[in-house]
């Protein structure tokens, strides 16, 4: 309470709240399934983009973090992160030199999936008188980056060929994905992930490449995929905070979900219909409503109003249809409401900072990352 010592700071809206005691407890529980499963854990920054939170995660017992872009690194190691990996491939010549400065720094680990990228990459370290240590991106079925899986022991050799790079191991983003499609299976999903990296990985051991990296999982099958003999790292990111895609996945409960957008009601038009300070700059658009699996409705949870549905989103303002319900709730003009998105990593990018509430106390900590896309 605030025993009437001095007026609670009230934040100004929309922005982005983070129960640091629900943050704590999520980090120490994906710790403990790394520790139990005796594989490294390097989460994925890209969900909170803070080096602050990437401490605590490091300091649950995390290995490393990993990243998408050199400059998210270059924020990362400026603020004391000395072990990264860029799970992104590099081929332009000004960030592959960027990065073999950062490795002369930190211990880097960069990301290959062609015989070009790592050619450049290969190149530019001689020139410098370097040698990068790289992961082959493998692509497990999500055809996004990574070799193709028939293509990847013969990419493999002709890398660990490459003088001036070394090839310490695979990785794969996979998420719930299971015979190319998406799933609710997240058990059989982690698991065949895990195994697929693991026998190829035996295979390329076969032909004199000392892989000694298996890295997988993402937070929907890191858990499973961790208890896969051979499987040696996972890297699930969206954890720390949870969402609402990871409640509806069954990963966590909506209870789990440090991260919501507070927003306040600036219009109430109708009945059915509140307007609130939230649109499309406010909350991420990625995952959108109605789409397989998961079949969310609108752009995130209303808490507290159960039949509330964020259901459309222009730039600056949020349209939430109310059922019955939260039509009875009698919402006001100036009333506030909390938001859980359906993806917190691309929300938190949206914003300059957010908000950690520690009891009834906020500490504002600037997104430090955000925007950081090169």
Same mark, same amino acid.
């Given at each position: 309470?605030?025993?009437?010592?001095?007026?609670?700071?009230?934040?100004?809206?929309?922005?982005?709240?983070?129960?640091?005691?629900?943050?704590?407890?999520?980090?120490?529980?994906?710790?403990?399934?790394?520790?139990?499963?005796?594989?490294?854990?390097?989460?994925?920054?890209?969900?909170?983009? +803070?080096?602050?939170? #990437?401490? @605590?995660?490091?300091?649950? /017992?995390?290995?490393?973090?990993? *990243?998408?872009?050199? $400059?998210?690194?270059?924020?990362?190691?400026?603020?004391?992160?000395?072990?990264?990996?860029?799970?992104?491939?590099?081929?332009?010549?000004?960030?592959?030199?960027?990065?073999?400065?950062?490795?002369?720094?930190?211990?880097?680990?960069?990301?290959?999936?062609?015989?070009?990228?790592?050619?450049?990459?290969?190149?530019?370290?001689?020139?410098?008188?370097?040698?990068?240590?790289?992961?082959?991106?493998?692509?497990?079925?999500?055809?996004?980056?990574?070799?193709?899986?028939?293509?990847?022991?013969?990419?493999?050799?002709?890398?660990?060929?490459?003088?001036?790079?070394?090839?310490?191991?695979?990785?794969?983003?996979?998420?719930?994905?299971?015979?190319?499609?998406?799933?609710?299976?997240?058990?059989?999903?982690?698991?065949?992930?895990?195994?697929? +990296?693991?026998?190829? #990985?035996? @295979?390329?051991?076969?032909? /004199?490449?000392?892989?000694?990296? *298996?890295?997988?999982? $993402?937070?929907?099958?890191?858990?499973?995929?961790?208890?896969?003999?051979?499987?040696?790292?996972?890297?699930?990111?969206?954890?720390?905070?949870?969402?609402?895609?990871?409640?509806?996945?069954?990963?966590?409960?909506?209870?789990?979900?440090?991260?919501?957008?507070?927003?306040?009601?600036?219009?109430?038009?109708?009945?059915?219909?509140?307007?609130?300070?939230?649109?499309?700059?406010?909350?991420?658009?990625?995952?959108?409503?109605?789409?397989?699996?998961?079949?969310?409705?609108?752009?995130?949870?209303?808490?507290?109003?159960?039949?509330?549905?964020?259901?459309?989103?222009?730039?600056?303002?949020?349209?939430?249809?109310?059922?019955?319900?939260?039509?009875?709730?009698?919402?006001?003009?100036?009333?506030?409401?909390?938001?859980?998105?359906?993806?917190?990593?691309?929300?938190?990018?949206?914003?300059?900072?957010?908000?950690?509430?520690?009891?009834?106390?906020?500490?504002?900590?600037?997104?430090?990352?955000?925007?950081?896309?090169?």
């Amino acid at each position: 309470m605030n025993n009437g010592s001095a007026p609670l700071f009230v934040p100004e809206t929309p922005c982005i709240i983070i129960h640091e005691a629900i943050m704590e407890r999520n980090i120490e529980a994906m710790a403990e399934t790394a520790q139990r499963n005796q594989v490294q854990l390097r989460p994925h920054a890209k969900t909170h983009k +803070m080096p602050h939170v #990437a401490k @605590r995660q490091l300091g649950a /017992g995390a290995s490393g973090i990993t *990243v998408a872009k050199v $400059s998210e690194a270059e924020v990362m190691a400026q603020h004391g992160i000395s072990n990264i990996f860029i799970a992104y491939p590099l081929v332009t010549p000004s960030k592959i030199e960027r990065a073999i400065a950062l490795s002369r720094q930190i211990d880097l680990i960069l990301a290959v999936d062609s015989d070009e990228g790592a050619s450049r990459l290969s190149q530019l370290a001689g020139q410098h008188g370097h040698t990068l240590n790289v992961r082959l991106e493998i692509d497990t079925g999500l055809r996004r980056t990574g070799v193709l899986y028939d293509d990847a022991l013969a990419l493999a050799s002709r890398i660990h060929a490459m003088e001036h790079l070394r090839l310490t191991g695979i990785y794969t983003f996979r998420g719930a994905l299971m015979n190319k499609k998406p799933t609710l299976d997240l058990e059989a999903a982690g698991i065949e992930e895990g195994r697929i +990296m693991v026998e190829l #990985a035996d @295979r390329m051991r076969a032909l /004199g490449i000392p892989i000694a990296d *298996v890295s997988v999982g $993402s937070t929907p099958t890191g858990a499973y995929a961790a208890t896969v003999k051979g499987v040696t790292e996972i890297r699930p990111g969206t954890y720390v905070f949870q969402d609402r895609m990871q409640a509806r996945f069954g990963v966590c409960g909506l209870g789990d979900c440090a991260g919501s957008v507070l927003v306040t009601v600036v219009s109430r038009p109708a009945a059915d219909l509140a307007v609130v300070d939230g649109g499309s700059k406010t909350f991420a658009t990625d995952v959108q409503p109605n789409t397989e699996p998961l079949l969310l409705q609108g752009f995130g949870h209303v808490v507290g109003l159960e039949d509330a549905v964020l259901e459309r989103l222009s730039e600056e303002h949020g349209m939430m249809r109310l059922g019955p319900e939260a039509q009875a709730a009698n919402l006001k003009v100036g009333d506030r409401l909390y938001i859980i998105p359906n993806h917190i990593c691309s929300t938190i990018n949206l914003h300059n900072q957010v908000l950690f509430l520690r009891g009834e106390a906020f500490e504002p900590v600037p997104v430090l990352g955000r925007g950081k896309l090169e």
